[in-house]
């Protein structure tokens, strides 16, 4: 878990596609994320961990790896690629014969454009696959609104229209086709649609529009104004939909594109596989730098070692420089633009991504073995059986016996972890006796653990001397606890550790990383519940302002204290404000009271 959480630490918050690797090395589920360290991060946290199946995947999880994309379009497409070829074993509802939607302009007369999921090498155009059959239905319907297209599957030879084989139907009169089928719109005229509709689905809107423009303001010269404004119509929704909109280009098939990044001491080469336009695999190598290495042989070891890794068996490889060692039958491409250019930008992305991790991983590590040496000495100085990841330290405070209160702190792996942080109000004890509130807490605190079944700590700190010490052993005892849990006092005059049942204490060195950790528990502990203590004391002392005034209770006080806050905030309210709070009679005599010069 230790390392997992290392990976997910260090995941990026972009879009991209996660893989789950069980301990054969197979891939065990994939899927697609908007961000992906928070959606991996779900896994393990929250709701997703009460799910039985979530639990049983995650608990074969032995590594995770992930491929940034551009946008979360891009990440469910490939994913479903992915899982596709992978066939994961959690994705079992993905498993179905769903492909992605393309948009097809039909090899034949008068082609017709249709959505289809079958891609058929035919002759026939086809442009996408789009991730959204939502974004596919906007197209068609785009397109449906600026070009009158027959929807028919009559076959429109030349000598069908001839013979008169087919009448014209009802999309003729209500304006959705020109009737090619009795030959009332000519073969240039549809083609010249089709044409426009290429641009469109290629991401060439400009060029159309320009057409356009010229067509209205032919129309408009010669007076054919109604003509014109709907041309102006077309041009006001290409220009609401002036993007592209595939995402990646079909006629990339069998393609390898590769990315270097040089470092001092090594070299990152990240590698992305393209069939048919889309993205099957992705894999990142790091080379150790020798000295006598250069930039051309390394990159172009790695590229050979990939290819023999993955059975690529692509001619076509897409790369940043020209500096690749020739290889027989491969053509090396360094594109400048377009949807290779984009590729290749991607790889590079996938390559920084993989240095920034490293980095990341690598901090975290020192960080962790810093961490690691301090509890293993104090492992070795209190003499523990384990090393203490979860210390919690108590501490009471009171000032004459008013308010007594205690406060418990948690530490994990040697950092506070403040939202487990407890203040305790001092139920069982009257006055000053910080003995018997020691133990009151202590048995109210581990009472609770148990019952809640929730983590034990691996070493209790006192903050106190023996006395302290031995009432919490008294609960500790109570609750059959003793002997399990490691329990200490640090008496604050000289910094004397002190063990249950011993009266003689040990002495840490004072530069003793161990020492210190203990030194920051109790500070923290004594800081907690003094600025409870504080609070509470205030409060209280107002309350008992409000209660010197004939007639106000300690009902009536808090009722006032909880609804205001204050005594200046009372005092500026209105006499009916208070009455509201505590009725007419009262309210009078605090008004009163409050408002004496």
């Not at 319907?141 to 070009?147: G, H, K």
């Not at 695999?281 to 023999?308: C, G, M, P, W």
């Not at 360094?334 to 901090?363: H, T, W």
Request: charged residues 30%; contains cysteine; positive net charge.
């Amino acid at each position: 878990m230790e390392a997992l959480r290392n990976i997910i630490n260090t995941l990026p918050q972009s879009p991209g596609v996660y893989q789950f690797i069980d301990k054969k090395g197979g891939v065990i589920y994939v899927g697609k994320a908007k961000n992906l360290r928070k959606r991996v991060t779900s896994y393990f946290t929250g709701e997703n961990t009460k799910s039985f199946k979530i639990k049983t995947l995650v608990n074969q999880i032995i590594d995770i790896k992930h491929i940034i994309v551009e946008s979360e379009s891009d990440a469910l497409f490939l994913e479903n690629n992915l899982i596709k070829r992978l066939q994961p074993r959690y994705n079992v509802l993905l498993k179905d014969d769903k492909t992605f939607p393309w948009i097809c302009i039909k090899n034949e007369s008068f082609p017709r454009i249709f959505s289809t999921r079958r891609f058929i090498r035919d002759g026939s155009e086809y442009y996408g696959p789009y991730t959204s059959a939502f974004m596919v239905k906007t197209l068609l319907s785009l397109i449906r609104e600026l070009y009158p297209l027959r929807t028919c599957s009559f076959i429109l030879s030349k000598e069908n229209i001839k013979n008169g084989k087919y009448k014209k139907c009802l999309e003729y009169h209500i304006g959705n086709c020109k009737a090619p089928c009795e030959n009332l719109q000519s073969d240039k005229d549809y083609e010249n649609s089709i044409n426009q509709i290429r641009n469109i689905l290629k991401g060439n809107i400009q060029e159309v529009i320009g057409y356009l423009e010229k067509t209205m303001l032919d129309f408009s010269n010669t007076y054919q104004f109604e003509n014109a404004e709907k041309i102006r119509q077309k041009i006001l929704l290409l220009e609401r939909y002036k993007s592209k909109s595939t995402i990646v280009n079909p006629k990339l098939n069998n393609v390898d594109v590769y990315s270097y990044i040089k470092k001092e001491s090594y070299a990152v080469v990240n590698f992305l596989k393209i069939i048919n336009g889309a993205i099957i695999q992705s894999h990142t190598v790091e080379l150790k730098n020798r000295l006598d290495d250069t930039k051309e042989s390394l990159f172009t070891y790695a590229i050979l070692d990939i290819r023999e890794k993955v059975k690529s068996s692509a001619k076509e490889i897409i790369v940043p420089f020209y500096q690749v060692q020739e290889i027989a039958g491969i053509k090396f491409i360094v594109p400048k633009a377009g949807d290779k250019k984009k590729l290749l930008d991607l790889s590079e992305r996938n390559a920084r991504q993989y240095l920034l991790q490293k980095e990341k991983i690598f901090e975290q590590k020192s960080f962790l073995t810093k961490t690691q040496s301090i509890l293993e000495q104090v492992k070795k100085d209190l003499q523990l059986k384990e090393i203490p990841s979860r210390i919690e330290c108590f501490d009471n405070s009171n000032i004459q016996g008013t308010n007594p209160v205690a406060s418990c702190v948690v530490f994990i792996d040697a950092k506070p972890a403040k939202k487990e942080y407890r203040h305790y109000n001092i139920k069982s004890v009257t006055g000053s006796n910080d003995y018997a509130s020691m133990e009151e807490v202590i048995f109210r605190r581990y009472k609770r653990v148990i019952e809640e079944k929730k983590e034990l700590p691996q070493l209790i700190v006192i903050d106190g001397g023996k006395g302290q010490l031995s009432s919490a052993v008294k609960s500790l005892k109570n609750l059959d606890l003793y002997g399990s849990l490691p329990v200490i006092g640090i008496a604050k005059r000289l910094e004397e550790i002190y063990f249950p049942n011993d009266s003689i204490p040990i002495y840490l060195d004072k530069n003793s990383s161990a020492l210190k950790l203990i030194q920051r528990l109790r500070n923290e502990a004594h800081r907690f519940g003094i600025s409870f203590h504080r609070s509470k004391r205030s409060k209280d002392l107002l309350q008992n302002q409000l209660e010197q005034i004939r007639g106000v209770g300690q009902r009536s006080a808090e009722k006032l204290l909880k609804k205001f806050g204050s005594l200046e905030n009372i005092r500026s309210k209105s006499k009916t404000e208070i009455k509201e709070i505590v009725g007419n009679k009262i309210a009078e005599r605090v008004f009163e009271e409050l408002h004496k010069i």
